[in-house]
């Protein structure tokens, strides 16, 4: 599995998220897209400290 195929599941769940957070009125679709991409590039930081970290080994 590589980075593109996490990012899009993760995105898709992100996603799904925002959008009930949205319909229950806590998030705005300016702050779930915010938010979404904010996960996002942490997620990637994180998976690029793990594969170097298995690169490393």
Same mark, same amino acid.
Do not use: H
């Given at each position: 599995?590589?980075? =593109? @195929?996490? *990012? *899009?599941?993760?995105? #898709? +769940? +992100? *996603?799904?998220? /925002?959008?009930?957070? #949205? /319909? $229950?009125? &806590? ?8 938010? @979404?991409?904010?996960? #996002? /590039?942490?997620? /990637?930081?994180?998976?690029? #400290?793990?594969? =170097?970290? $298995?690169? &490393? $080994?």
């Amino acid at each position: 599995m590589d980075w =593109n @195929t996490v *990012q *899009q599941l993760l995105r #898709i +769940l +992100l *996603q799904f998220g /925002s959008g009930v957070l #949205i /319909s $229950k009125g &806590v998030l705005t679709e300016e702050m779930a897209v915010t938010l @979404t991409g904010g996960l #996002i /590039s942490v997620a /990637s930081v994180v998976w690029w #400290i793990v594969w =170097n970290k $298995k690169e &490393v $080994k």
